[in-house]
């Protein structure tokens, strides 16, 4: 089954700013509108609710990040990432490599992020025991994945997707680093160039995922 393209519901490109996108579902809403239509005959109740969708989707920058990795294997430059993914995602190892490749505590991580949305919308459910089943099964593979991450010992701070990206790339221009000094680059690459804003965000950001991930892998 083809998966939905959001930025093509809305008209925009995959670079398109919050401002553009909430700019073109308001236009959508005027001409698509059920009540401007009725009168006409036309019933588009359908084409609002699928505008609706996908801004509630590409309006948000947690859902958009996840949905570019999910449809495209790689990040919209709207999400604010600086490279390509996708290769490194896919990349197969042409060199010999010390230890584990770093690319599968990404996947780790990158795939704990997801699910971790995934499960919040799950607990808002009002229908409970539909939902149970997945959380259920979301809680295992939450747990395995964290597992990976802390046998690695890769601290919490550093699962969010923009850090795990930053460290990623780091470690493919050299993948023989060990994790400790990965991790060590990154702390001063944080302290020297991410601004005092940048720093307040994705510790917001790291609060709520922790909060998420606890009631998750605590399900039962």
Same mark, same amino acid.
């Given at each position: 089954?083809?998966?939905?393209?959001?930025?093509?519901?809305?008209?925009? &490109?995959?670079?398109?700013?919050?401002?553009?996108?909430?700019?073109?579902?308001?236009?959508?809403?005027?001409?698509?509108?059920?009540?401007?239509?009725?009168?006409?005959?036309?019933?588009?109740?359908?084409?609002?609710?699928?505008?609706?969708?996908?801004?509630?989707?590409?309006?948000?920058?947690?859902?958009?990040?996840?949905?570019?990795?999910?449809?495209?294997?790689?990040?919209?430059?709207?999400?604010?990432?600086?490279?390509?993914?996708?290769?490194?995602?896919?990349?197969?190892?042409?060199?010999?490599?010390?230890?584990?490749?770093?690319?599968?505590?990404?996947?780790?991580?990158?795939?704990?992020?997801?699910?971790?949305?995934? &499960?919040?919308?799950?607990?808002?459910?009002?229908?409970?025991?539909?939902?149970?089943?997945?959380?259920?099964?979301?809680?295992?593979?939450?747990?395995?994945?964290?597992?990976?991450?802390?046998?690695?010992?890769?601290?919490?701070?550093?699962?969010?997707?923009?850090?795990?990206?930053?460290?990623?790339?780091?470690?493919?221009?050299?993948?023989?680093?060990?994790?400790?000094?990965?991790?060590?680059?990154?702390?001063?690459?944080?302290?020297?160039?991410?601004?005092?804003?940048?720093?307040?965000?994705?510790?917001?950001?790291?609060?709520?995922?922790?909060?998420?991930?606890?009631?998750?892998?605590?399900?039962?």
């Amino acid at each position: 089954m083809a998966k939905k393209n959001y930025y093509k519901m809305l008209g925009v &490109s995959r670079t398109a700013s919050p401002e553009e996108i909430s700019a073109a579902k308001n236009r959508l809403a005027k001409k698509y509108h059920p009540d401007a239509n009725m009168k006409n005959g036309i019933d588009t109740t359908r084409k609002m609710q699928q505008i609706l969708e996908a801004y509630r989707i590409l309006s948000d920058p947690k859902k958009r990040a996840s949905y570019d990795r999910k449809v495209f294997g790689k990040p919209s430059a709207g999400a604010d990432r600086n490279f390509d993914l996708f290769n490194l995602h896919n990349m197969e190892e042409t060199a010999p490599i010390t230890g584990t490749p770093f690319v599968n505590y990404w996947r780790a991580a990158d795939s704990l992020y997801d699910i971790t949305l995934e &499960s919040e919308q799950l607990f808002k459910e009002k229908n409970k025991k539909q939902a149970a089943d997945r959380l259920s099964d979301l809680s295992s593979q939450a747990l395995r994945y964290a597992i990976t991450l802390r046998e690695a010992e890769i601290p919490e701070k550093y699962w969010l997707p923009p850090i795990m990206d930053w460290l990623l790339f780091t470690w493919y221009k050299n993948r023989n680093l060990p994790v400790s000094y990965l991790l060590k680059v990154y702390d001063d690459y944080s302290k020297k160039e991410l601004s005092g804003f940048k720093r307040v965000k994705l510790q917001k950001e790291l609060l709520h995922f922790q909060y998420s991930l606890k009631r998750l892998v605590s399900y039962t």
